[in-house]
Nanobody, 121 residues
């Protein structure tokens, strides 16, 4: 089995910064694209950022220039550095990854349990 565990959420004032981490563990052969999603109360889950195994990144327009996604493949970690945070960034942030547990198998989709980010004065 594969587990994704997020950490680093919390309460921060507008304009502040937070760094989220997501650690993948378990029977991992390789990890493909890794994603950060978020879901605010009463809204649908939305894609925030993604990073491919080759390091190519993409961002939602609302976070471009403020958020940075990165990964450490040696440690099976993905990060989301969030700067210049706004109240509208308040949400539960989820880590998602495509993981292969064996050379002969396809990638499967795994999710973390989420971490709360609250931006408020």
């Amino acid at each position: 089995q594969v587990q994704l565990v997020e950490s680093g959420g919390g309460l921060v004032q507008p304009g502040g910064s937070l760094r989220l981490s997501c650690a993948a563990s378990g029977s991992i052969f390789s990890i493909g694209t890794m994603y950060w999603y978020r879901q605010a109360p009463g809204k649908q889950r939305e894609l925030v950022a993604r990073i491919t195994s080759g390091g190519v990144t993409n961002y939602a327009d609302c976070v471009k220039g403020r958020f940075t996604i990165s990964r450490d493949d040696a440690k099976n970690l993905v990060y989301l550095q969030m700067n210049s945070l706004k109240p509208e960034d308040t949400a539960v942030y989820y880590c998602n990854a495509a993981v292969k547990i064996d050379y002969y198998l396809l990638y499967d989709d795994y999710w973390g349990q989420g971490t709360q980010v609250t931006v408020s004065s």
